[in-house]
């Protein structure tokens, strides 16, 4: 059923046998990849065979990394629909826009895509208890995937992180800890507890199955195109597993014959209170360095240092996409043009994606007759406070 075949470190190149526990690279302490053998892969399914599968991102079970469908743990993640923004087109007056609405994915958030895989793949390998560090979503995804396997899960959080991230956390069973800083001064006292109680540690790209279910995002929007993908994609990058796993995925497909070589030109798109990303890629660096006194409304994007900082700058070079900051005066007022236009709640982060189109079309980096994703990666719901009573 999956074709998981081993690790590679994707720095230093090192492999690592598939079935045992691995966080980062023993070697580099760089993050691990997931390699499958994808010529078996591609002689045991086909896209045809795909288009008649359950709706959930559990669709391509032969590229993810559970080996026994038993430890797969689904609410209905994944499968989110590709929609044609044809209101906001009009509005905007350019005709081939989308939009992946990752709202509906459960505890509202693609975060699920990432946190159904890994948890998934740690339950098949018998850990014993999850630990997270999070601005928000991805320890709501993780409670709850947590709760649905029966594994203790201890959640470390900004403590001005708004209520519902908290809540969501605390109605599915985790252990919530609030840490005075942001998610890089939670990041450090979960690790110290990690060591300590013998837990497994969740963190974005510190192990390597997140990546394995934000690359699912890859594979929807090439078949929900029949197997095109577009000309650009614009994504809210905080660590980027999103944009890192669609790359990921586009070179898997490529290489099982479902795609052509054409890819499309990735862009990040980060808030001008937090933009390591955007700076590193101007400044034409292998890595970024930590934005200091991080900042912005949108908390999926209030990460100062990624430990996947290269592998992101590389899919923005290696696509020929580019960086971008966008204010974050702009975001509620463009949330509430998706709105009104498409009757879609959507994030900040996701708003955010937009203000970035905008900007990019008004200096022709976009082209009129191109093809545009935008990913919508959250629902509003969990930030109403921003808007107001
Ligand atoms: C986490 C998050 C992001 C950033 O995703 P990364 O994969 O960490 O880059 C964007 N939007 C929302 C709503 C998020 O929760």
């Known amino acids: 059923m999956s074709f998981f075949i081993h690790l590679e470190c994707a720095m230093c190149g090192k492999i690592l046998n598939a079935d045992k526990i691995h966080n980062l690279c023993p070697d580099c302490s760089k993050p691990l990849l997931a390699r499958y053998d994808l010529e078996a892969a591609a002689k045991a399914v086909t896209p045809k065979e795909i288009a008649g599968r359950e709706e959930t991102l559990w669709r391509y079970r032969e590229v993810l990394p559970i080996r026994d469908s038993k430890f797969q743990l689904c609410l209905g993640e994944g499968f989110t629909p590709l929609i044609k923004a044809t209101r906001l087109s009009r509005e905007l007056n350019f005709e081939k826009l989308y939009i992946k609405d990752e709202g509906i994915n459960p505890t509202n958030s693609f975060k699920a895509r990432g946190l159904s895989v890994a948890a998934s793949r740690a339950y098949e390998l018998g850990v014993k208890a999850f630990s997270i560090p999070s601005a928000g979503n991805a320890a709501g995804a993780l409670s709850a995937y947590a709760a649905l396997a029966g594994i203790p899960c201890h959640v470390f959080m900004p403590q001005d992180v708004p209520v519902p991230f908290i809540a969501e956390c605390r109605a599915l069973g985790a252990e919530v800890k609030l840490v005075e800083g942001l998610i890089s001064d939670a990041g450090k ?177 976009i082209k009129e007759d191109e093809t545009v994703v935008l990913f919508s990666t959250g629902s509003g719901h969990k930030y109403a406070h921003l808007w107001g009573k």
């Open 189 to 365: 006292i979960a690790a110290k507890e990690v060591a300590q109680y013998d837990r497994f540690d969740v963190s974005t790209l510190k192990e390597p199955y997140r990546l394995e279910g934000k690359k699912t995002l890859g594979y929807e929007v090439a078949e929900q195109m029949g197997w095109y993908l577009p000309d650009v994609i614009i994504y809210p990058t905080g660590g980027g597993t999103g944009l890192v796993g669609m790359w990921k995925a586009f070179d898997e497909m490529e290489q099982m014959g479902w795609i052509s070589s054409k890819r499309p030109r990735m862009v990040t798109v980060q808030s001008e209170g937090c933009a390591p990303m955007v700076r590193a890629f101007e400044q034409n660096t292998e890595f970024a360095e930590p934005w200091a006194g991080a900042a912005t409304i949108a908390d999926g994007l209030r990460v100062p240092a990624a430990v996947g900082d290269f592998l992101i700058l590389r899919t923005l070079r290696e696509s020929n996409g580019t960086a971008i900051a966008v204010p974050d005066e702009t975001l509620i007022q463009t949330a509430n043009q998706i709105g009104r236009t498409q009757g879609l709640f959507v994030s900040p982060e996701s708003a955010a994606t937009l203000v970035a189109f905008n900007s990019l079309r008004e200096q022709s980096w």
